[in-house]
């Protein structure tokens, strides 16, 4: 194996990651942790980056829609659905948030990992769109919950990781504006004063 892919395992599944994608850390594991995806659900994993959750969710799902603004993470993560043997359930999507997504298609649930720390990107842009969220951490947060909800369906629900230290109160505020209602499904401590926080919201 090239020393510019890295392995990742998650219970029995295996991801491979090339070097300029996103390696799972505490928030993929910690939202793949969190999945509850049911038998024929329609799943919308936003910044699929490897992987990881788009094909978890692909063993029970009817099919599942996986996105990335990076054409690397895209190409990773067919890869990696090909190496788990859910390829055949699997849709993948180069593009920046819904722009890509074909107008009308509605979801059982929508997953999104955001890009969610306060920065910019500097020297390794496609990398580090996977994190980098702009000065508030809220750049990419704020245009998928103006988005998200005309891609899901009555019943559905959108699962938001983010960090504490791009306002969670606001997220909740936002997507309740957009008449959703949001509970938190799990959080945990990470180093400092920061913590990873998984919102729910549903209709």
């Not at 998200?148 to 369906?153: G, I, M, W």
């Not at 969670?168 to 997507?175: G, Y």
Request: aromatic share 12%; hydrophobic share 45%.
């Amino acid at each position: 194996m090239p020393s510019s892919i890295r392995r990742v395992f998650f219970e029995d599944y295996i991801f491979q990651v090339y070097r300029n994608v996103y390696e799972p850390a505490e928030d993929s594991f910690l939202f793949a942790e969190s999945l509850a995806v049911k038998k024929g659900e329609v799943i919308l994993d936003m910044g699929t980056g490897c992987g990881i959750l788009s094909i978890i969710a692909a063993d029970k799902a009817a099919k599942v829609v996986a996105v990335d603004v990076s054409p690397h993470a895209v190409r990773c993560a067919k890869e990696n659905a090909k190496l788990n043997s859910v390829a055949d359930k699997m849709f993948f999507v180069n593009g920046d948030l819904f722009a890509s997504v074909k107008t009308g298609e509605k979801f059982s649930s929508i997953f999104f990992n955001a890009p969610y720390l306060p920065s910019e990107p500097t020297e390794d842009a496609w990398l580090e769109l996977a994190w980098t969220g702009g000065v508030t951490g809220r750049e990419v947060i704020d245009r998928f919950i103006n988005e998200a909800p005309k891609f899901l369906r009555r019943d559905g629900c959108i699962f938001l990781m983010q960090s504490t230290l791009s306002n969670v109160d606001e997220t909740l505020r936002r997507f309740e504006k957009r008449d959703l209602k949001t509970s938190i499904v799990t959080k945990r401590a990470l180093r400092f004063f920061e913590a990873i926080v998984l919102v729910k919201a549903k209709p």
